[in-house]
């Protein structure tokens, strides 16, 4: 038995003001509707502006995923009633959508795949409810917040593979400075089509609405397809319903069968004169793109000498590979930070931003490059500079970590070791060439793990190597 997944993705453009008026689209901190107008609220006789730069943000994806955009494309009015949409319909594009085809790239467990793009196009929002124990409340300023929906080919072949994609569509987005497509705050919302095939040709599918993580997605998908494949082996049909997905209880909840499917009347929005794009601005919003995740991973790749999987984990968040490539410029050494950022820093990246300055870190790993601190000692101080925002080398200095690198001191130091450990002395001497890592380990010990390690374990075998 063969799955088949398509989806449709709703994303959040980031723009600052709506889709067809001048309102802030910044709902997720402002009080409950104060971020409203006659347009976004369809007050009779208001009329809709489109937002140039959400059209720009849109022809970036558009463009990034190889999309061929139209150069005529129009909004229709989709009518449906609900409480949080006061107009009584949602401008969309259906007959014309802003681009189709195109296609993504990316990996499952090593493995190459591409999905399809069918059709990408621009949407308004529609506000929010927000139950509570005796009703509902409503909040309009959501209402008119641009989007772009995204709808791919069946081309999906597991719950798993469905996951990968809209974390690459969310790496891309990140990049592109088009969306944050965060899930969890509903800038990424996903729709998941799926039907599980015994014959080779396509099954009839379900739809699960309203996915809001990837966990969700993979999860749900994968009670579906379980669901279909116990039905379809047992002789019984797929029947074309749609579902919603209880995270907490892991559970497909039925929304509606196919009787109920809506019937949303299109017709061409009225209000708006059709979209034109001329190859012109196309190619002006081309020449505006930032680098494509793929092409910056191939570059770490070939310009700072990173293996593809170093590169891959830099390229999740556009903040983290900006973040590597300002301190491999700063300190001159990419494998220094290429080693810091992955195996440190990122530990404590807990959000957009890093932990530690750019300037800090490359201050930190100046120091251990030019022998002032051991890279054991760094780490703690990287810790401690972290969690009080204070100046590495203001540690270093406080806590007495500054490498012991002094000749006269270091060979002092060998000496007491030497008289204190006869026992590796007359190993080393009787071939044991190990008991000198011994014997550094002891000097280490003494000094907190200041002496320069490399420094003592030459001064050690010159003094016992010309006894
Ligand atoms: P509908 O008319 O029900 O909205 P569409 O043909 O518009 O269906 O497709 C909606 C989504 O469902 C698309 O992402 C598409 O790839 C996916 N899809 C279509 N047919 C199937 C199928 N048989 N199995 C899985 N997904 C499908
Ligand atoms: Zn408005
Ligand atoms: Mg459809």
Known sequence: MRTVIGLEIHVQLATKT????????????????????????????????????????????????????????????????????????????????????????FRVDGEARTVRIR????????GKLIHTGDGALVDMNRCGVPLIEIVTEPDIQSPKEAREFLRTLRMLLRHLGVSNADMEKGELRCDAN??????????????????????????????????????????????????????????LVLQRSKEEAHDYRYFPEPDLVPLVVSREWLEQVRAGMPELPWE????????????????GVLMEEPARADYFEAVARACG??????????????????????????????????AVREGKISRTNAKEVLEEAIATGRAPMEIVEERGLSLLADE?????????????NPKAVEDFRAGKKGAIGFLVGQAMRKTGGRADAKKLSEIFLEILGSN
């Open 18 to 105: 709506k889709l067809f008026c001048s309102c802030s689209t910044d709902y997720f901190t402002a009080p409950p509707n104060t971020l409203t107008c006659p347009v976004c609220l369809g007050m009779p006789g208001a009329l809709p502006v489109l937002n140039k730069k959400a059209v720009e943000l849109a022809l970036r994806v558009s463009l990034a995923l190889n999309a061929r955009v139209q150069e005529f494309s129009r909004f229709d009015r989709k009518n449906y009633f609900y409480p949080d949409l006061p107009k009584g319909y949602q401008i969309t594009q259906r007959e014309y959508p802003l681009a189709v085809g195109g296609a993504l790239s």
């Open 408 to 420: 006269e001191e270091l060979r002092r130091l060998a000496q007491e070791v030497i008289r204190e």
């Open 296 to 311: 910056r991973e191939e570059r770490f790749v070939r310009e700072y000498g990173l293996s593809p999987k170093e590169a």
């Open 333 to 366: 050494s990419p494998q220094d930070a290429a080693g810091w950022v992955l195996s440190e820093v990122l530990r404590y990246w807990k959000d957009d931003s890093p932990p530690i300055s750019v300037e800090a870190l490359t201050e930190l790993i100046e």
């Open 194 to 251: 799926i039907s599980v095939s015994t014959d080779g040709k396509l099954g009839t599918k379900t739809e699960i609405k309203n996915l809001n993580s990837f966990r969700a997605v993979e999860r749900a998908l994968a009670a579906e397809e379980e669901r279909q494949r116990e039905l379809l082996s047992g002789g019984g049909t797929v029947e074309q319903v749609t579902f919603g997905w209880d995270e907490h209880a892991g559970k």
């Open 119 to 126: 059709e990408m196009h621009l949407e308004e929002d529609a």
